[in-house]
Nanobody
Framework: QVQLVESGGGLVQAGGSLRLSCAAS????????MGWYRQAPGKQREMVAT???????NYADSVKGRFTISRDNAKNTVYLQMNSLKPEDTAVYYC???????????????WGQGTQVTVSS
């Protein structure tokens, strides 16, 4: 069984910073792409940032230059450093990972439980 556990959300004033972490644990052989998604009330879930196993990154236009995604493969952890936060960044942030539990096995997609980020104006 695999779990993704997020931490680091909270309440921050506009212009402030937060750092989200997501640690994968359980039966893990290899982790491929990881990412962060968010869902604001009444809106669809959207991609925020992704990072490949080789650390190539991709960002939503709305966060480019403000957010940075990184990963520590030794710790099976992905991070999201969020700077210059805006009220429109308020959402539940979800961690995502594609991984396999054994060599040559099937790759599955997993999601964390979500962590709330609230940015006050």
């Amino acid at each position: 069984q695999v779990q993704l556990v997020e931490s680091g959300g909270g309440l921050v004033q506009a212009g402030g910073s937060l750092r989200l972490s997501c640690a994968a644990s359980g039966s893990i052989f290899s982790i491929g792409a990881m990412g962060w998604y968010r869902q604001a009330p009444g809106k669809q879930r959207e991609m925020v940032a992704t990072i490949s196993s080789g650390s190539s990154t991709n960002y939503a236009d709305s966060v480019k230059g403000r957010f940075t995604i990184s990963r520590d493969n030794a710790k099976n952890t992905v991070y999201l450093q969020m700077n210059s936060l805006k009220p429109e960044d308020t959402a539940v942030y979800y961690c995502n990972a594609h991984l396999t539990s054994r060599g040559g096995g099937v790759w599955y997609e997993y999601w964390g439980q979500g962590t709330q980020v609230t940015v006050s104006s």
